[in-house]
């Protein structure tokens, strides 16, 4: 169903994409949009290792929900900072990961407080900050979650 990769010795190993989905903070969602046009916007994420999903804070309104409550079919990017290889200046050397699945929006309300904590961690260890917005977001806390159902990632040269 989902594409192999044609430039497959660029490959990554799914370790190393599952690394990369641990440790960068924020990725491209894109959806199918109004009218039929894509909607890519950029989102910060939580990668659960225990059951190998996506988590996502978000409004309780607006394109992306009613994108995905439309087309629960999603594709989400990330792409780590890279990194200058020795000699040359202007080429980037980087890893991406695409995560083709599906998305829902998280029904259980202390699961998703949970989760929104976790990805407020990514940022902050800041525990004063992080309990202050979940205290005054909570009540309005909307998580979607992702569940994977292709993911691939390579390295890419730019020179």
Not at 29 to 57: M, Q
Not at 69 to 96: M, N, P
Request: neutral net charge.
């Amino acid at each position: 169903m989902f594409r192999k990769m044609r430039r497959f010795k660029q490959q990554l190993t799914d370790e190393a994409c599952i690394q990369i989905l641990k440790h960068e903070k924020r990725g491209v969602l894109s959806v199918l949009g109004d009218d039929g046009y894509p909607y890519g916007v950029p989102l910060d994420h939580y990668y659960n290792e225990e059951n190998g999903r996506l988590y996502f804070h978000c409004a309780v309104a607006g394109h992306k929900l009613d994108a995905i409550r439309a087309c629960d079919k999603v594709s989400y990017c990330v792409t780590g900072e890279g990194h200058h290889e020795d000699g040359v200046s202007w080429s980037l050397t980087f890893r991406s990961v695409i995560v083709f699945g599906r998305m829902k929006v998280l029904d259980d309300h202390a699961a998703a407080l949970h989760l929104a904590r976790l990805l407020g961690e990514k940022f902050t260890q800041d525990k004063a900050y992080l309990d202050n917005e979940i205290k005054h977001a909570g009540p309005r806390i909307l998580m979607l979650e992702l569940t994977p159902e292709h993911i691939t990632g390579k390295r890419v040269n730019e020179s």
